[in-house]
């Protein structure tokens, strides 16, 4: 059993940054590909972000605002947030698959074999 977690989650104004941090107990992420969901208050889970072998592959209307990448020589995975906005506000989980093939996009939950319990994300003023 792999135990995923997330840091970094926190309040702040809109424009504001954040930078939230995925890890897995004891091992590297360099070899799964990670995702960044997101779930709004009753609303379902959505996709943000994620990194396959090729490299990281976004939510359309995120693009260009987050930024996904493997961090501390690979044992960690970033989820860099700009310019927030209130509509941001979520709590965002980290999920990993352990098995992939490096140049296909998994953009859904089922995709995925361990998600760490979230972090919570408000932008507000």
């Known amino acids: 059993q792999v135990q995923v977690g997330e840091s970094g989650g926190g309040l702040v104004q809109p424009g504001e940054s954040l930078r939230l941090s995925c890890a897995a107990s004891?091992?590297?992420?360099?070899?799964?590909?990670v995702a960044w969901f997101r779930q709004a208050p009753g609303k379902e889970r959505a996709f943000v972000g994620a990194l396959n072998g090729r490299g990281a592959y976004y939510e359309d209307s995120i693009k260009g605002r987050f930024t996904v990448s493997r961090d501390n020589g690979g044992w960690t995975v970033a989820l860099q947030m700009n310019s927030l906005k209130p509509e941001d506000t979520a709590l965002y989980s980290c999920?990993?698959?352990?098995?992939?093939?490096?140049?296909?996009?998994?953009?859904?939950?089922?995709?995925?074999?361990?998600w760490g319990p979230g972090t919570q994300v408000t932008v507000s003023s």
């Open positions: 004891g091992r590297s992420l360099d070899t799964y590909a």
């Open positions: 999920a990993i698959k352990s098995v992939y093939t490096s140049a296909s996009y998994y953009y859904a939950p089922d995709d995925y074999d361990y």
